[in-house]
């Protein structure tokens, strides 16, 4: 059973980015580098992501699934949270300004 999490984040979620460097890397004995052969990408690319740079794409995704045997979801999920984080920060005061409808009920 789920139990639902009432309360807002003060941190922000983990980027996939980060968790390629500091997880699946060392776990796989990887560089940048060689992740970047692996995969197919240039290093720039890859540095850009292991430094939090750039977001996961979903082709990035797919390549991340298959070389680790994970799903593509797992990357995107992830990046997801993270993105959602941002701009729940970033537009925090437009956000505000929002105020929710009601509930809906069907009887009228």
Not at 4 to 18: E, F, L, M, S
Not at 32 to 56: F, K, P, V, Y
Not at 63 to 90: C, G, M, T, V, Y
């Amino acid at each position: 059973m789920a139990i639902a999490n009432a309360q807002k984040r003060t941190i922000p979620p983990t980027h996939p980015g980060a968790m390629l460097r500091e997880d699946f890397l060392p776990d796989y004995a990887l560089t940048a580098d060689s992740l970047a052969n692996e995969l197919g990408e240039s290093r720039q690319t890859i540095r850009e992501l292991l430094q939090e740079q750039c977001a996961i794409s979903s082709i990035m995704a797919l390549k991340l699934s298959r070389l680790f045997r994970n799903s593509p979801e797992f990357w995107l999920r992830a990046q997801h949270a993270r993105d959602i984080w941002e701009l729940e920060q970033q537009y925090r005061d437009e956000l505000a300004q929002i105020e929710p409808l009601p509930q809906y009920t069907s009887e009228r």
